[in-house]
């Protein structure tokens, strides 16, 4: 007689086959996003720009968030695209590929160093100058003169305690049909996350809800890269 609480031979098993199963599933799931990462060849000059991104402390969007992004600009014809967030260039060179060839894609970001690295990725990725208006400053003081209605596709990838009032300056530039998008709102799984957060969390969880409860939103949320939040302009 085995003591009380000791598992049998077949209980054992049955446990043994399911951390299995999981350990099995883990492991498809990993491989399922490498496969993602790599369905969409990135070439040297986003592999440098990546490079760039790295040394400077930054998270730029993964190969599958910046296929997705590439997608979308392709799915509306973009013309006119605002990034806020320009970083080193990675998500505007996946912007620019699916974009019209005679879209210009306006980005925003605090610091010019990034944006020069950008320029040069640009360059690098084969853009004429004119396909790129780099716009250094705060992008709160900076999108209120941009024209009303007068892009297709906003991407968001900046300060996350002003992500509401992203939300708002998007709204009024996006033409009817257009796509808002914002990069990392799972901040690694801390939005779904139980017990105290910091408060840029807060404010995803509040982005999360007013993008879902919005009458003129059609919303998505994506699981890829940090997580992307897409909506459509009705």
Not at 104 to 133: I, K
Not at 177 to 186: E, K, S
Request: glycine fraction near 10%; aromatic fraction near 4%.
């Amino acid at each position: 007689m085995r003591p009380v609480g000791t598992p049998d031979a077949r209980t054992r098993a049955r446990v043994g086959r399911g951390r299995g199963r999981e350990a099995a599933i883990s492991s498809n799931g990993q491989a399922s996003w490498a496969l993602a990462d790599a369905f969409v060849a990135e070439d040297e000059a986003l592999l440098r720009a990546r490079d760039r991104a790295r040394d400077a402390g930054l998270r730029p969007v993964t190969p599958t968030a910046g296929s997705v992004l590439r997608l979308l600009a392709a799915s509306v014809g973009a013309k006119a695209v605002a990034e806020i967030g320009t970083g080193t260039g990675v998500s505007g060179i996946h912007l620019l590929n699916g974009m019209r060839p005679d879209g210009v894609l306006t980005t925003v970001d605090t610091e010019p160093e990034y944006q020069q690295a950008a320029r040069q990725a640009f360059r690098a990725s084969g853009f004429a100058v004119n396909r790129a208006r780099l716009i250094p400053g705060p992008a709160l003081d900076v999108l209120p003169r941009l024209a009303d209605s007068g892009y297709d596709l906003v991407f968001c990838d900046a300060d996350r305690l002003e992500v509401l009032e992203y939300l708002a300056e998007s709204l009024r530039l996006l033409r009817p049909g257009g796509l808002v998008v914002f990069a990392g709102v799972l901040a690694n799984g801390r939005t779904v996350g139980t017990g105290p957060q910091p408060t840029e969390v807060l404010r995803l969880r509040e982005l999360l809800r007013e993008v879902h409860e919005s009458d003129v939103l059609l919303p998505s949320l994506l699981p890829v890269g940090d997580g992307l939040l897409c909506a459509a302009k009705r």
